[in-house]
């Protein structure tokens, strides 16, 4: 079954089938409790496929770039075949079915890129951790506490709205991640035992450690973006929360801002956070510097190339979108 339990369909037991729903949390308020709590650490390599296994960024590959894994001509090698086949970009691990397009040449960009922080250990074999107790592993004691006192139930359904039509489907999958931490910050990256511990540092270069809340909200290079330019741009004030669920729900329905804004203002969050993301991995692969008008001309580049096929109530050109976006839109 390659290495994952299924349940069978009608053809299972009722008995096997109660087994799965409890391995997805049904019922318990906690989705997918096993796979979101079990990690592959990757030592040399041999172990673990690459587009299938859950090892890097928290959701296997095939997942983050679902259009690479439908055209990628090797789909069933691990990640040391990769690395030898080479997976920087141009390298030889990027055989493809078709010649691609430029997003999709984008995307390999982008997947070298979360590569590159990865070092295979030759003689180390790949293991699997339990992300609940590092220390001591799976234990059923542990998992019982666990699914027993999830306080919260898992809501998802405030942040299903993130797959939007007008957005690019990559953006709406790392939107999807961001909203539930799961992007390669440097902090994950540190958790999920990619980087080591003293590596966590913003790549802004603000010395703090460098989780998704800090990248967004408390970092001055990007919260600034925020503040003083794309809040100006809008002519909106807001302030910004500590936790980035917390902003994304409060962007798209600001108070005092008509309904009919809040589908364009949530397409606009969508397009902000992309290059605020971009920007960070400048900064780490590129040594660039930071530039916050540069950011702001990419959101709203962004923003107007996704709305523009289909906003309705007023026809606008890009100049009066660069200068009063919601003006063009009747909501203000």
Same mark, same amino acid.
């Given at each position: 079954?390659?290495? =994952?339990?299924?349940? %069978?369909?009608?053809?299972?037991?009722?008995?096997?089938?109660?087994?799965? =729903?409890?391995?997805?949390?049904?019922?318990?308020?906690?989705?997918?409790?096993?796979? #979101?709590?079990?990690?592959?650490?990757?030592?040399?390599? *041999?172990?673990?496929?690459?587009?299938?296994?859950?090892?890097?960024?928290? &959701?296997?590959? @095939?997942?983050?770039? !679902?259009?690479?894994?439908?055209?990628?001509? =090797?789909?069933?090698?691990?990640?040391? #075949?990769?690395?030898?086949?080479?997976?920087?970009?141009?390298?030889?691990?990027?055989?493809?079915?078709?010649?691609?397009?430029?997003?999709?040449?984008?995307?390999? /960009?982008?997947?070298?890129?979360?590569?590159?922080?990865?070092?295979?250990?030759?003689? $180390?074999?790949?293991?699997?951790?339990?992300?609940?107790?590092?220390?001591?592993?799976?234990?059923?004691?542990?998992?019982?506490?666990?699914?027993?006192?999830?306080?919260?139930?898992?809501?998802?359904? #405030?942040?299903?709205?993130?797959?939007?039509?007008?957005? +690019? &489907?990559?953006?709406?999958?790392?939107?999807?991640? +961001?909203?539930?931490? /799961?992007?390669?910050?440097?902090?994950?990256?540190? /958790?999920?035992?990619?980087?080591?511990?003293?590596?966590?540092?913003?790549?802004?270069?603000?010395?703090?450690?460098?989780?998704?809340?800090?990248?967004?909200?408390?970092?001055?290079?990007?919260?600034?973006?925020?503040?003083?330019?794309?809040?100006?741009?809008? %002519? $909106?004030?807001?302030?910004?929360?500590?936790? $980035?669920?917390?902003?994304?729900?409060?962007? *798209?329905?600001?108070?005092?801002?008509?309904?009919?804004?809040? =589908?364009?203002?949530?397409?606009?969050?969508?397009?902000?956070?992309?290059?605020?993301? @971009?920007?960070?991995?400048?900064?780490?692969? *590129?040594?660039?510097?930071?530039?916050?008008?540069?950011?702001?001309? !990419?959101? *709203?580049?962004?923003?107007?190339?996704?709305?523009?096929?289909? &906003?309705?109530?007023?026809?606008? %050109?890009?100049?009066?979108?660069? /200068?009063?976006?919601?003006?063009?839109? %009747?909501?203000?």
């Amino acid at each position: 079954m390659g290495g =994952h339990i299924k349940e %069978g369909g009608n053809d299972a037991s009722l008995w096997w089938r109660m087994i799965c =729903h409890v391995r997805e949390g049904v019922g318990l308020g906690v989705g997918n409790w096993f796979e #979101d709590n079990t990690r592959r650490v990757v030592d040399n390599g *041999k172990n673990t496929l690459f587009w299938t296994d859950n090892w890097l960024g928290g &959701v296997p590959l @095939k997942l983050q770039f !679902n259009r690479l894994y439908e055209l990628s001509v =090797h789909k069933e090698c691990s990640v040391e #075949d990769m690395a030898k086949l080479g997976w920087e970009e141009g390298g030889n691990a990027w055989g493809w079915r078709r010649r691609l397009i430029a997003w999709e040449e984008e995307s390999v /960009r982008e997947c070298s890129v979360l590569l590159s922080n990865v070092i295979l250990q030759e003689n $180390i074999q790949d293991h699997w951790r339990w992300v609940l107790d590092l220390i001591h592993g799976y234990s059923v004691s542990g998992t019982y506490r666990y699914l027993s006192s999830a306080a919260e139930p898992m809501v998802t359904s #405030d942040f299903n709205d993130v797959w939007h039509k007008l957005v +690019l &489907v990559k953006v709406s999958i790392f939107v999807w991640r +961001l909203l539930q931490d /799961r992007i390669p910050t440097r902090a994950n990256l540190v /958790r999920w035992l990619v980087l080591q511990p003293n590596h966590n540092l913003c790549a802004a270069g603000c010395d703090s450690v460098e989780t998704t809340d800090h990248l967004f909200l408390q970092c001055n290079s990007f919260r600034n973006v925020w503040y003083y330019l794309i809040g100006h741009w809008l %002519g $909106i004030s807001f302030v910004l929360p500590g936790c $980035i669920k917390e902003f994304y729900l409060q962007f *798209k329905q600001l108070a005092g801002m008509p309904r009919a804004s809040y =589908h364009y203002l949530k397409v606009i969050w969508l397009a902000s956070v992309w290059p605020i993301w @971009k920007v960070r991995n400048n900064c780490v692969f *590129k040594n660039a510097v930071i530039d916050p008008h540069i950011t702001l001309d !990419n959101v *709203k580049r962004t923003s107007f190339l996704w709305l523009s096929s289909n &906003v309705t109530p007023l026809a606008f %050109g890009f100049h009066d979108w660069w /200068r009063h976006p919601l003006l063009c839109m %009747g909501v203000r």
